[in-house]
């Protein structure tokens, strides 16, 4: 079903304060924004407490920065914002802003409901930072503050549940005449897929924290207490969930890369398969727990019913998200193979950052293997830094690509290339030397009085220097997109030569998008409309 609002909406916000129509506002755009600017500060927070993380591991024979109390509380808090503070509010604003303007559509559905979806999301993110402040959060000991930080998680998730709401209907019921749902960009395709896979698993989230939350007030002999939060809902901030919370960013790879190279992506119906592939790890939300394989035994053929009954559920649930994104860097070698691309941000951005999100996906693979001896080890760790930066960079990509049509000005290429390639630097520090040192048997969640064979104050310090050079790539990169989207270069409508339809409007886009209906006969009606009118050849 296809329907879309024909009538202009009533704009009272010229005769309200500048402050007031921010935090009244129900334009899409400008909840995009809200996202956007609050996760940037959010990615800041949770880097800076990273880096004390990753400093106080570099001596493994006692505190230096941080104490017994406080170590864990800054570890949680720290993936706390990295999660749903940087990745998860970035990848919603950029959903929030852009996806009405491909579909054609006034307005985002429900407007309202998706801006009340950001008040609730950054209340319940405020409060959870305060429980852990206060020693509540994972393992806290004050126990008025750990109910606190689970009755947040709970707010916090409701504010996803209405915004995945809000773009999942837009989805299926705004698109202008024409675009039916396989025709919408790839970038709106993913958002919609994105979307349907929060709405299957928030539910989930909340309900599991209600029950740790009435379990710890009450009676704390079902669930482990405090002691026992993160084995209940730690799916939620480790793979593959972490990559199902990227799946949008990968719709942008496979938009902006075909404009970057100025050629139509082959395959396309495989892509918007790949997308679906990976949206297969929000089935980690009904086990609640990482799957991995127990592949015991003398021989191959010992137990071998066994052994296909545990490789299943490991291969639905691991394998199969990862050759979805195997998918996406197909679709995107053969794009790029077919022409010689721009070399723009936005193109550096979304290769590296894909790359480190396929680093980070496969190294989990590895280490879901049991007998790879991983469980438990700092590991996990490095393979969520590779897909929780590989996402940042991805959303700094969209930002760069994206940011000309919802401010109106354009990021400077020479200032921001070099920054993508530092963002890979970054990674690769962050992530690999705790893959290292997970095969050396560095434990997870510790942060002192851990011993082993081998250079341990090396690994630790590299990715120490990861996490500082992470930290200085993001304030650079916030400086330079705040002056450039405040006094940079005019953008224009259609900075890159664009083929979809937000850039078939003015940059920025008026209050109500578009002044008239646009009918769409294929994929790329922007490419069309050029066409017909003997602009593009």
């Keep these: 079903m296809t329907s879309i609002d024909t009538h202009h909406a009533v704009d009272g916000a010229a005769s309200q304060p500048a402050v007031a129509t921010w935090l009244t506002s129900a334009d899409h755009k400008h909840v995009g924004r809200l996202f956007i600017g609050s996760g940037l500060v959010g990615l800041l927070g949770g880097l800076v407490l990273a880096v004390l993380v990753a400093v106080e591991r570099i001596d493994a024979e006692g505190f230096q920065l941080l104490d017994e109390s406080t170590a864990s509380q800054v570890l949680a808090a720290a993936r706390l914002l990295l999660t749903y503070g940087a990745v998860v509010p970035l990848v919603l604003g950029m959903v929030v802003a852009i996806v009405p303007l491909q579909l054609g559509a006034r307005s985002i559905s429900f407007p309202r409901l998706a801006a009340t979806g950001f008040w609730f999301w950054l209340t319940g993110l405020g409060l959870a930072v305060a429980s852990i402040i206060g020693n509540g959060g994972p393992g806290g000991g004050e126990a008025e503050m750990v109910d606190l930080y689970l009755a947040a998680l709970v707010v916090l998730a409701l504010g996803g549940l209405m915004v995945a709401g809000s773009v999942a209907t837009t989805a299926l019921t705004a698109r202008t005449p024409g675009m039916g749902l396989l025709r919408a960009p790839l970038f709106s395709w993913s958002s919609f897929v994105g979307s349907i896979a929060l709405l299957l698993s928030l539910p989930v989230f909340i309900g599991t924290s209600v029950y740790l939350y009435v379990d710890h007030r009450y009676a704390r002999a079902g669930f482990g207490g405090n002691m026992g939060v993160n084995h209940w809902i730690g799916w939620s901030l480790s793979q593959p969930f972490t990559y199902v919370l990227a799946i949008p960013l990968l719709g942008f790879v496979l938009d902006a890369i075909p404009v970057m190279n100025r050629s139509r992506l082959p395959q396309r119906a495989a892509a918007n398969v790949a997308i679906g592939l990976v949206a297969v790890g929000l089935l980690t939300a009904t086990t609640q727990s990482a799957v991995t394989l127990p592949w015991e035994g003398d021989g191959f053929f010992s137990g071998l019913g066994d052994k296909i009954a545990d490789l299943l559920?490991?291969?639905?649930?691991?394998?199969?998200?990862?050759?979805?994104?195997?998918?996406?860097?197909?679709?995107?070698?053969?794009?790029?193979?077919?022409?010689?691309?721009?070399?723009?941000?936005?193109?550096?951005?979304?290769?590296?950052?894909?790359?480190?999100?396929?680093?980070?996906?496969?190294?989990h693979v590895v280490y879901a293997i049991q007998d790879a001896g991983l469980a438990g080890t700092i590991f996990e760790a490095g393979s969520y830094v590779a897909v929780t930066f590989g996402s940042v960079t991805l959303a700094f990509g969209a930002i760069a690509y994206w940011g000309p049509k919802i401010w109106g000005r354009r990021v400077p290429d020479k200032a921001a290339l070099p920054l993508a390639l530092l963002a890979f630097v970054a990674t690769a520090l962050g992530s690999l030397p705790y893959m290292i040192a997970g095969f050396a048997d560095q434990p997870a969640g510790v942060l002192d009085g851990f011993s082993y064979g081998g250079p341990q104050e090396l690994w630790n310090a590299l990715t120490a220097i990861g996490f500082v050079l992470m930290l200085l790539v993001s304030l650079a990169f916030i400086g330079l997109v705040a002056k450039s989207f405040t006094a940079g270069e005019a953008a224009g409508d259609d900075p890159w030569d664009g083929t979809t339809l937000e850039w078939a409007t003015s940059s920025p886009p008026p209050a109500d998008n578009f002044s008239e209906v646009i009918v769409v006969g294929s994929e790329y009606p922007l490419a069309d409309m050029k066409n017909s009118s003997g602009k593009v050849g």
């Design 313 to 363: 559920p490991f291969a639905l649930l691991n394998l199969v998200p990862l050759l979805g994104l195997l998918g996406v860097l197909g679709g995107v070698a053969l794009t790029l193979k077919s022409a010689k691309p721009r070399v723009a941000s936005p193109l550096v951005f979304a290769v590296l950052g894909l790359l480190t999100i396929l680093l980070g996906a496969a190294s």
